[in-house]
């Protein structure tokens, strides 16, 4: 079917979603779909095959209303390597300033024809506000605190290529949880694997509560670091925070920054992750960010596969959903 990427084989039945609004709601069966599929196109990049006719005719939108280096530039990079075309909307200059709603700019975009958008957002719902109301597929690049599941995604393929299956591995999350999408989406995806998941930062920023998500807590770097198999650094929140949660960054970095003295306190083959972007001597030092134990540019090639497969995927599934 597909004769530029056989490896990608039969759209599997299992999956039906038109819209990836976030991982809390995938079952353990479709996040493996994912995966496998983003480690077909993993696996053809590395092999140098980067351009694809496999949506030809398909138009993607990003719809971003926060900065992004990453994330647009990866699923827009991603709809052009399947062969699909794919429009910036800039959301500062449009008329969304003259008064016009969300809803309403969506309806507009998808009258001139477009087949998925993807969407950021600093208000937690907005993508599943914009399923309800439009036909095409809506990919959620982050909204608010709530999730990112393309970032998890692309977190757990990386950890999943370096460490194999995740049962029993344990994973820390470390940095500002309170405000934090990737933590959420990561959290959900690593628990339906079986992973176990470690949720560390300041008591302002990682309240007990997150032991509700079947997640342990803590306060102490220090505590978890021979513990863990993985740990993501996340960066701290600032344009979501009112009040300021510790007393300085310094002391901040101190506590829960990662450097060559603590990777050298922790297991051997730790690997170390961050969404980006990474703030240098806060979250990591750059002997760790640059070390040979850091995966972080290795996550950006990911997300691309990620991406990829999240486009393929949803594709598949609107146009059996609307019967295209
Ligand atoms: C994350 C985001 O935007 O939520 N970054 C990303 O997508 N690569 C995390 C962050 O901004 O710190």
């Known amino acids: 079917m597909f004769n530029d990427l056989p490896e990608l084989g039969e759209f599997p039945a299992a999956w039906k979603r038109k819209h990836l609004l976030g991982l809390e709601d995938l079952t353990r069966e479709e ?29 993607s939108v990003t719809l971003f209303f926060e900065n992004s280096t990453r994330t647009r530039t990866s699923f827009s990079l991603a709809a052009q390597r399947l062969g699909a075309s794919c429009v910036a909307f800039a959301a500062s200059t449009s008329s969304l300033s003259k008064g016009e709603s969300i809803v309403d700019t969506a309806k507009n975009l998808e009258a001139m024809g477009c087949e998925s958008m993807v969407v950021r957002h600093s208000t937690p719902g907005i ?100 513990r863990v198999d993985v740990l993501n650094m996340l960066r701290i929140q600032f344009e979501r925070q009112y009040t300021s949660p510790f007393p300085s960054i310094r002391e901040y970095s101190l506590l829960f920054g990662m450097d060559g003295d603590r990777l050298r306190r922790a297991k051997p083959d730790l690997l170390v992750i961050a969404p980006g972007p990474i703030n240098r001597g806060v979250e990591l030092t750059p002997e760790v960010a640059d070390g040979p134990q850091s995966a972080i540019l290795d996550q950006v090639s990911n997300g691309l596969a990620v991406r990829m497969a999240v486009l393929w995927l949803t594709d598949g599934a609107r146009k059996l959903t609307n019967n295209e």
């Open 31 to 59: 996040l493996l779909i994912l995966l496998d599929k983003a480690q077909v196109f993993r696996d053809a990049f590395d092999q140098g095959r980067r351009k694809f006719s496999i949506l030809p005719g398909h138009t």
């Open 127 to 226: 993508p599943k506000l914009l399923s309800e109301n439009v036909h095409c597929s809506i990919i959620n690049a982050g909204d608010g605190a709530h999730e990112h599941p393309t970032q998890g995604l692309l977190d757990i393929l990386t950890m999943r290529q370096r460490l194999g299956s995740l049962e029993g591995k344990t994973v820390g999350v470390v940095g500002d949880i309170a405000h934090s999408r990737v933590a959420r989406s990561n959290v959900w995806g690593l628990k339906k694997l079986g992973a176990n998941v470690i949720v560390c930062g300041p008591s302002t920023l990682v309240s007990p509560r997150w032991e509700e998500m079947g997640v342990e807590y803590s306060h102490s770097l220090d505590k978890i670091l021979t």
